[in-house]
């Protein structure tokens, strides 16, 4: 099938070409904003955004600038579910989850001993929402001391994931957006 509009063909083809290489913006883009959240929040401040795999059974790493890459390939591909670290149990549960230390957390059974292992001692998550109000992914803060977030900083992950939602579903299309 082919679409014309604006007097331009636009063909399934292209669209994927066009939506794979709007992706690498996006993630270009998404790394350069996470980069200065953690400048702005300090030296044990390490941010990243995991998506939900298009069986929605699953995490899978997209943008993580300073999370050791030994952890990332260890998380990526993790279930959506209960005890699943913070992030798999915020995108389970649909709403936001403070671990404010892993080595204690049973949320963080599966994951503690490789977390640990690469400094991450406290994680912050909360779910990124599309405009269906299905889970696309999520948005977390780590840090390399066991700690609670203050009501500032839960304000701004909250708003910081509302934030994300509009670039996550651009930039991944239907498939993420659970359509």
Not at 7 to 17: E, H
Request: hydrophobic share 40%; with cysteine.
């Amino acid at each position: 099938m082919v679409i014309q509009g604006s007097g331009a063909l636009y063909s399934p083809a292209r669209r994927r070409t066009t939506l794979a290489a709007f992706r690498g913006k996006a993630r270009f883009s998404l790394e350069s904003l996470l980069r200065a959240l953690e400048v702005a929040g300090g030296d044990t401040f390490i941010v990243s955004i995991l998506l939900v795999t298009e069986d929605r059974q699953r995490l899978s790493c997209f943008v993580a600038p300073s999370l050791p890459r030994a952890y990332c390939d260890f998380i990526d591909d993790g279930p959506i579910g209960p005890n699943a670290g913070s992030c798999g149990t915020a995108a389970y549960c649909g709403h936001s989850i403070y671990v404010t230390d892993i080595a204690t957390d049973p949320q963080w059974t599966d994951y503690r001993e490789m977390a640990l292992a690469h400094g991450l001692q406290a994680c912050w998550s909360t779910p990124v929402f599309a405009e269906n109000h299905t889970v696309i992914g999520t948005f977390a803060v780590y840090h390399r001391r066991p700690r609670s977030p203050t009501e500032t900083e839960m304000e701004a992950i909250r708003l910081t994931s509302i934030a994300l939602a509009p670039l996550l579903e651009l930039g991944l299309g239907a498939a993420a957006a659970g359509g």
